[in-house]
C-alpha cells in the first residue's frame, strides 16, 4: 500500500508534488499542538512526518510515536530530540548544503547592514528627515579590515569566511579542534583558529555558526558579551537560543557592544522585549534560506529523503544513520 505522508505545513510545490506522486499526503488545516502532533505521530495512520522547525517533536512527543521517519524542512534540527527519535527506531533527515550560499548571503547582509547602519538610514529617509548630503550623516563602522570571528566552522561558516575574505575582512574561527590545512580547501592559509574566549575577545564582528544543543544554549551570555569588544558587533544566523536574548538587549542598551545582526530568535516568533525599539540593531524574520530557487530545492531534497524512507531506502541525509543499521 502507498504510504501515508503528514505534511505539517505545505512544503513549497514542488516537494508537494513528489509526495502526492509517491504515496497519500495529509495537511493539517492549521499548526498541530503538541498534543495534537503527539497523536498524529502515534496514530498508526502516518509513516513518514514532513516537519519544520517550528514542530517541536521532543522526548514527551515521541515515546509513543509509530511514525518510521521525519524528514525535517530545514538544516538544523535541534527541534527534534534525536536520542528519543533514535530510541524509537525513527530516522531523522534534514536539508543540509542546498542553503549554505544563501545563509552566508544573509551573514554578510547582517554584517554590512549593521555595521553601516542600513535600517536606522533607511528609516531617516522614508520618514522624511534626509535634507542632503552632510559629512558626517550617519556614520557607521569598516567592514574593510575588520576582524571577523566565526563561531563553528560547518558549510556556513566556511561559505561565510570566502565572502568576507573577498570584502577584506580578516577571518578567524573557532571549532573543537583546529581544521587541517589540507581540508580548508580554497581557505587554506586565509583563515586562522583561535580559542572561543581569544575569538570573543577580538572579534569586530562575533557570527555564530554552530547548532543548537545543550552545550551551546546561550554560548554568548553576559560575561560573553562584556568580553566583546564595545566596537563590535554580534551577528546570528544560526539558532535563537544559543544566545541569551535578555542579555544582549541589556548589553546593546548600555554600550557594551556596538550592534547586533539578527535572523533567529530565543523565542520566535516572539523578541525579547527592548530588542525591536534598538536603532542599533537589524532584525530580520528567520530568512536565512529564504530564496525561491533554494526553498524549492529544500522542498524537493526533504520530499526525496521522505519517500526514501518511506521505501525503507536510506535517504541522502539522514541525521541518526545507525537506526536502519548504517
Ligand atoms: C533554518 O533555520 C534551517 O535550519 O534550515
Ligand atoms: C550547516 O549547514 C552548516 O554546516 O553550517
Redesign the pocket.
Known amino acids: 500500500t502507498d504510504p501515508t505522508f503528514l505534511v505539517t505545513t505545505p512544503l513549497p510545490e514542488p516537494g508537494m508534488h513528489m509526495l502526492r506522486a509517491a504515496g497519500k499526503v495529509v495537511v493539517p488545516e492549521r499548526q498541530l499542538t503538541a498534543d495534537e502532533l503527539t497523536t498524529a505521530c502515534s496514530s498508526g495512520g502516518h509513516d513518514i512526518v514532513v516537519a519544520q522547525?517550528t514542530d517541536v517533536l521532543d522526548k514527551a512527543t515521541l515515546a509513543t510515536a509509530t511514525v518510521r521517519g521525519i524528514s525535517n524542512f530545514?538544516?538544523?534540527y535541534d527541534n527534534v530530540d534525536i536520542t528519543a527519535a533514535t530510541d524509537r527506531g525513527i530516522l531523522v533527515c534534514n536539508?543540509p548544503g542546498v542553503?549554505t550560499a544563501a545563509t552566508a548571503d544573509v551573514t554578510m547582509l547582517l554584517i554590512l547592514s549593521t555595521a553601516r547602519r542600513c535600517v536606522e538610514a533607511d528609516g531617516y529617509l522614508r520618514s522624511g528627515q534626509f535634507r542632503g548630503w552632510q559629512p558626517e550623516l550617519l556614520l557607521g563602522s569598516d567592514v574593510t579590515g575588520a576582524a571577523l570571528g566565526l563561531v563553528g566552522f560547518g558549510r556556513i561558516a566556511r561559505a561565510t569566511a570566502e565572502r568576507a575574505l573577498g570584502f577584506g575582512m580578516t577571518v578567524h574561527y573557532t571549532a573543537r579542534h583546529p581544521v587541517p590545512h589540507d581540508d580548508l580547501g580554497p581557505l587554506a592559509g586565509r583563515v586562522r583558529f583561535a580559542e572561543l574566549d581569544e575569538i570573543v575577545r577580538t572579534s569586530d564582528f562575533l557570527s555564530l555558526h554552530v547548532p543548537l544543543t545543550a552545550d551551546t544554549h546561550h554560548l554568548v551570555n553576559t560575561d560573553t558579551l562584556r568580553a566583546m569588544k564595545p566596537t563590535a558587533y554580534l551577528i546570528n544566523t544560526a539558532r535563537g537560543p544559543i544566545v541569551d536574548e535578555r542579555a544582549l538587549v541589556t548589553a546593546l542598551r548600555d554600550g557594551e557592544i556596538a550592534g547586533a545582526g539578527l535572523d533567529v530568535y530565543e523565542q520566535e516568533p516572539e523578541v525579547a522585549e527592548g530588542l525591536a525599539e534598538l536603532p542599533n540593531t537589524t532584525l530580520l524574520p528567520?530568512l536565512?534560506?529564504a530564496t525561491r530557487s533554494v526553498r524549492a530545492t529544500m522542498a524537493r531534497l526533504c520530499a526525496a529523503n521522505a519517500i526514501a524512507m518511506a521505501r525503507g531506502d536510506m535517504p541522502e541525509h539522514a541525521v541518526n544513520p545507525e537506526v536502519w543499521g548504517a
Open positions: 522547525l530545514a538544516v538544523g536539508t542553503l528567520h536565512g534560506s
